[in-house]
């Protein structure tokens, strides 16, 4: 888990700020900003994240809270305001995707209070729907995280794409479960959002009828299936939008300093 250092950049002394009594007011109110700046510091293995920044402007807490919309891959668990969110981040040379991801029907930690014993996390053990209906309302709460943060405007695109990212794979989850407990194929060949399976994915809805067992249809909505509109949602899904976290940084005074560290 990265640290959180919040420091001073300098130490400002009356004998600093009377010596520069005489030159124009600008320079001066510049060196009382310049004292007031405080430090957001983001240490982990993978990287070394600083921000510089006014607190009148925007304090520690908030930068922290937005740093979810910028365009470095800091996390890929975030918690915001108790929820609990899944960042994906794929960036190749001319472009970067970043959005939200929910926890899939498979998703078990073991020793969490909040699941019952984990088990094979296939439709072979007792506990998989069980499991599988919290994992689906964690994905509730994360997106009702998301909808109440206060995002300022020069972020909102950025939002809307991370709302719209979890929307999407939080109701392919959903029509997983319903499938696997129907087992009605129609479920997967509906709609969902701009996206089309029954067009798009054909061949593996046809996978999907041809399946006679309950781990063989379990085993082709995880994989075939999800790959299937998965790939469909990155090809018609937005570019993150840079000039979106550029704007915000400008306007609230933030200088930010992103260092990747090389990993052995």
Not at 19 to 36: E, G, R, T, Y
């Amino acid at each position: 888990m990265p640290s959180v250092g919040r420091r001073r950049t300098r130490e400002c002394s009356p004998v600093n700020l009377i010596s520069k009594i005489f030159p124009v007011l600008l320079v001066l109110s510049q060196s009382f900003a310049f004292c007031q700046a405080v430090q957001l510091v983001l240490d982990s293995d993978e990287y070394h994240y600083t921000a510089t920044f006014d607190p009148k402007l925007i304090s520690k807490e908030r930068l922290r809270e937005l740093l979810i919309f910028s365009p470095y891959d800091l996390f890929t668990t975030w918690k915001l305001r108790g929820a609990e969110l899944d960042v994906s981040f794929d960036q190749t040379p001319s472009q970067l995707k970043k959005g939200l991801l929910p926890f899939t029907l498979e998703v078990c930690i073991e020793g969490n209070p909040i699941y019952s014993i984990c088990g094979s996390r296939d439709l072979a053990d007792p506990n998989f729907f069980h499991n599988a209906e919290i994992n689906l309302r964690r994905n509730g709460q994360s997106l009702t995280a998301l909808n109440e943060l206060d995002v300022p405007p020069e972020l909102s695109r950025v939002a809307q794409q991370f709302r719209d990212s979890l929307d999407f794979f939080s109701t392919v989850e959903q029509r997983r479960m319903e499938y696997l407990r129907t087992g009605n194929v129609d479920v997967l060949a509906m709609p969902i959002g701009d996206i089309d399976p029954s067009i798009r994915c054909e061949k593996e809805l046809s996978s999907l009828r041809a399946a006679n067992t309950p781990q063989s249809r379990h085993h082709v909505s995880r994989h075939d299936w999800y790959n299937c509109v998965n790939s469909a949602w990155q090809q018609s899904s937005p570019v993150y939008p840079d000039d979106a976290w550029r704007s915000f940084v400008k306007n609230f005074g933030i200088r930010e300093e992103f260092k990747p560290k090389a990993i052995d």
